[in-house]
């Protein structure tokens, strides 16, 4: 081809078009940008002071007009910030870009580490006081949270909450409700043993006061262990040694 002056002048001329072309690219970018910038710019649904002062710090480093900006790259950024569960991005002509997100819903602490939301996921904001726990193994928060939502329901009759859920590496569930109430529920027929608890908790503390530990485990009752257990009568057949 070096030596076809034919071909190295239709190698020019495809050069000189190509550079000409990314030129006017260039400068139509710049003056679409110029033409129709963002002039308005609206957060929605920022409710947590955490998401507001993220959200502030990307719109501020936000570039490009109407035309330009790159949508895809700014949903994927709102969507990194931990309180943020989805971001939708619209642009409204002739100059006003909304950003509207869904932020997490809090149900439980996930392992003293991070926040299970409402849907079963976890999102990267340490939990605080006041958050029921949940201990167990990794992979199973999709379960957890629908069966926190089921034990919640359960033990509503009885003017109860789940404060914790624990589940062992063997699958064993173990819950504590307000009050410190401990139910061992095992590895199966988990809420049909906890509606039984519920069904009968109420003739339980009023022949034996307040439970602090019930093992649920047995086929048509309960175990269960006072929180203060009533003093055994001394036998007067028995009488104190000297």
């Known amino acids: 081809m070096w ?12 050069i000189i078009l190509a550079t000409l072309l990314f030129a006017v690219w260039i400068g139509g970018r710049a003056l679409l940008e110029a ?12 409710n947590h002071a955490d998401t ?20 895809h790259r700014v949903h994927a950024d709102f969507e990194k910030l931990p309180w943020v569960r989805q971001a939708q991005i619209r642009r409204l002509w002739p100059g006003r870009l909304v950003i509207e997100l869904t932020e997490h819903q809090a149900a439980a602490a996930w392992n003293d580490r991070a926040t299970l939301n409402t849907h079963g996921d976890i999102f990267p904001v340490l939990p605080w006081t006041g958050l029921p726990r949940i201990y167990a193994p990794e992979g199973m928060q999709h379960e957890l949270a629908r069966r926190y939502g089921e034990f919640a329901e359960l033990v509503r009759p009885i003017d109860a909450q789940v404060e914790q859920i624990v589940v062992s ?30 069904l009968f908790y109420p003739q339980a503390l009023a022949a034996v006061g307040p439970i602090q530990r019930v093992d649920m485990r047995y086929p048509n009752g309960f175990a269960g262990e006072p929180q203060h257990p009533i003093p055994r009568k001394p036998d007067p057949r028995q009488t104190p040694s000297a």
């Open 169 to 198: 590496a063997r699958l064993s569930w173990r819950i504590r409700l307000t009050g410190g109430i401990s139910i061992e529920l095992g590895r199966d027929k988990l809420n049909e043993r906890l509606a039984r608890f519920a």
């Open 52 to 71: 507001r002062f993220e959200a502030r710090k990307l719109t501020d480093k936000l570039s490009g007009g109407f035309f330009s900006m790159n949508l």
């Open 3 to 14: 030596n076809n002056p034919d071909a190295l002048n239709r190698l020019s001329s495809l």
């Open 35 to 46: 033409a129709f910038p963002f002039r308005q710019i609206n957060v929605l649904g920022a």
